[in-house]
């Protein structure tokens, strides 16, 4: 089941489309799952993937984090390749903060506890979305039992909001999943993450996917998706949400 809502935050409503399972078995209710996206935003790529944690049964939320913003696009994962596009989509993510997507999460929150969705969340970004589910984890450690970044960007940079500088709040279990070759996240950060990481005393993995390129993950990125990466992605995420949810 899939439909439209909206989301009223401290800055104005978030679109948001909300996926819970056609069937979920006896005695086993739906864990929450808020889904961040990537750069492009919201769109057919993004929503067969939360379908599919849907149908693993969970029920997910994919909200808009350039609600800000007003209508925008519709962008493709083509887009970054075009100049204009690409300079809008920039703008976009550089005009929504850490700080902004975090007071979000609240909201976002919220809005599953209004669809009766209680218990442990876990949470999955996917590049520009990557940082957003590790602050999200250290923001609401009590909520959060799980989180997912794939070829997240400056996860462990020199920035004030850089999310490792908050891994000694994080109570999750956490993965992240590398992009063999990244400009946005480079062996530096993979180590420094891992230090905040380890020194935080969180449960985690830091995984190399060797030979995919930022973006592998989602389906329409012509000529980055992998099929091969992607399934791999699919079933560390889907162990993760398992072990770490129930």
């Not at 999955?124 to 909520?143: E, M, Q």
């Not at 063999?180 to 993979?190: A, K, L, N, R, T």
């Not at 989602?218 to 949810?245: N, T």
């Amino acid at each position: 089941m899939r439909r439209d809502i909206d989301i009223t935050t401290a800055d104005g409503v978030a679109k948001a489309t909300f996926f819970r399972p056609d069937q979920q078995p006896v005695g086993k209710p739906a864990r929450g799952v808020i889904f961040y996206m990537d750069g492009m935003g919201p769109r057919d790529a993004l929503f067969q993937m939360a379908q599919r944690l849907a149908d693993a049964g969970y029920a997910v939320l994919l909200p808009d984090l350039f609600y800000r913003f007003g209508g925008y696009g519709p962008f493709s994962g083509a887009s970054f390749s075009k100049e204009d596009e690409r300079n809008k989509i920039m703008s976009m993510i550089r005009g929504t903060t850490q700080a902004m997507t975090k007071a979000d999460t609240k909201a976002f929150i919220d809005a599953l506890d209004a669809e009766n969705i209680a218990g442990p969340l876990g949470v999955v970004g996917y590049c520009f979305g990557g940082g957003r589910a590790l602050t999200a984890a250290a923001s609401y450690p009590d909520r959060i039992a799980a989180a997912a970044s794939f070829h997240g960007g400056n996860l462990a940079g020199d920035a004030e909001d850089s999310p490792h500088r908050l891994a000694d709040k994080i109570k999750a279990r956490v993965y992240v999943g590398v992009a063999g070759v990244d400009g946005s996240f480079p062996p530096e950060q993979s180590a420094r993450l891992a230090e905040a990481l380890r020194v935080g005393g969180v449960d985690h993995m830091i995984e190399n996917y060797v030979g995919m390129t930022h973006g592998w993950t989602v389906p329409d990125r012509d000529g980055v998706y992998d099929e091969r990466g992607a399934e791999r992605h699919w079933k560390r995420l889907l162990a993760l949400f398992e072990e770490a949810l129930g």
